[in-house]
Structures are given as C-alpha cells and as structure tokens.
C-alpha cells in the first residue's frame, strides 16, 4: 500500500486521516481493508455491514477535502474497487456482506448498499452502473443467494426514494415520482435520528443533494437536526460505533 494520506479536518483544525491505509495500521480496519467497529477486529468472517462503515469512510472524506478530492482518495478509489469486486456475486452485481460471508443467514438488505452506492458515485467507479442494470433486470429485487428469484422481501423499491437514489448513482435521471419519494425519504430522515439511520441518510444525501435544491435545502435542514441531536455529525455516529473512539465520530462532517 502506498504512504497514507492526509484526511478531513476537524472544525478545531486537527486532521484526522481516515485512508484506508491509516485506518488499518490503526487497528480501525481489518485485514481486508474493511473498516470495523471493533478494534482490531479479524477480517473473518467480516462485520455485517463493513460495506456500508467503509463507504461512510469513503464518502466522509469526499465530501470534507474541497477540490483535490480525486486526487487525495486515487489510491484508495482502485483498492475500493477491488474490494467490492471480492464480495460481489458474479455475474450478477450483488453484494455479498464480506469475502466470507457467504451462508444463506446472511443475506443482504439494503443498508450496505447506500454507502457501496454513494461512495462509488463520489468517486466515479462504474458499479452502480453494473448494479443498476441488475435492478432494472430482475424488477428491483436484489437476493445475493438467489439472483433470479423475485421475493418481497428484498424488493429494494419498497424503500422510499432508494431507486431514485439509485438511478443518480448509476447515471440515470430520477423521475418525478422518483423525486417525490427521495425527498419524502429524506424529510422523514429529519426525524429518524438514530445513529444507524444517521450513517445511512449521511451517504444518502451526499448524493442527492447534489442533484436537486429541494434536497439541498433539506439537507440542510437535517445537519441541524443531527447538531441540534448530538452537537457534530460525528457524534451521531458514535451510538453505533460504541463511543467516541472510532475516527469516524470524530469530526462534525460536512
């Protein structure tokens, strides 16, 4: 791996290097490169959502370094892509949880997939292009243990505002009703503040905020919300990462 880099700053100045070349030497990712909870956690079999807690890695950094953004993440953008590649359920463009997570109890919802979605779109990788055309295949179901069997229960669509999140990842322009369920999601995400759902709507309105007024001027509104909550979005953060230790909940985030 090459040296790490520098990470976001904190408002105080401090910087906080969240690479996940640092994040590993530091004990906060395993050997894999998935960022864990637990310090020094084995890379098997891998914590259930180390795809969505690396993508919020990801996408922290995205949105807190200004316009040299591309350039301080080249390195981790390919090994991202490698690692996603490790889990995927080929030829289908599914996520498995870890490389070894691979038994029937462990099937995936849709949590991992917000931070996997919003931190290939800030860094321009194709997958959700790939997972796009999955969706779209097999009628917004996405099974990892049975590709091509349609079951309510993993039916992504039932989320609202998950396919027009979706679509802007993979490069498609929402619809309006597609709009209308993103920013119903997202206004509702102003009132769900447990430090989870702050994980997922974090990566969420990354994207989407991007995309319209409407959802920047809620986004806005849910920072206040979180601050207003916890003091930083860190610290919302910190309920799922067992305190204030983990680098993730360190800083108030943009």
Known sequence: MQSPRAGPKLRSGTVINLGLQSLYENGWANEDGFVCVDHCAPARPGEGNGLLQTGLALVIRAKNQGTGIKA????????????????????????????????PD???????????????????????????????????????QEPEKWTL????????????????????????LNWLGIWAAQFVSCFTLASDAC????????????????????NKFWFKRVRARY?????AFSGYFKGMEHPLTKGDWN
């Open 153 to 176: 229960k993993y039916w992504f669509a039932r989320s609202p505002g998950f396919v027009g999140f979706a679509k802007i990842c993979g490069g498609e322009a929402p619809t309006r």
């Open 231 to 235: 003091g930083t979005v860190g610290a």
């Open 199 to 218: 994980m997922r709507n974090y990566c969420y309105n990354s994207v989407v905020a991007e995309r319209s007024s409407i959802s920047r001027r809620i």
């Open 106 to 144: 462990d099937n995936q919802d849709w949590d991992d997939y917000y931070g996997v979605l919003a931190s290939c779109f800030h860094l321009s990788l194709p997958y959700p292009v790939a997972f796009l055309g999955h969706c779209k295949r097999f009628g917004w179901c996405v099974n990892v």
């Open 72 to 103: 301080d993440l080249l390195s981790d953008k390919w090994r991202w892509e490698a690692m996603l590649s490790r889990c995927m359920r080929q030829p289908f463009c599914v996520l498995f949880r870890s490389p070894w997570k691979r038994n």
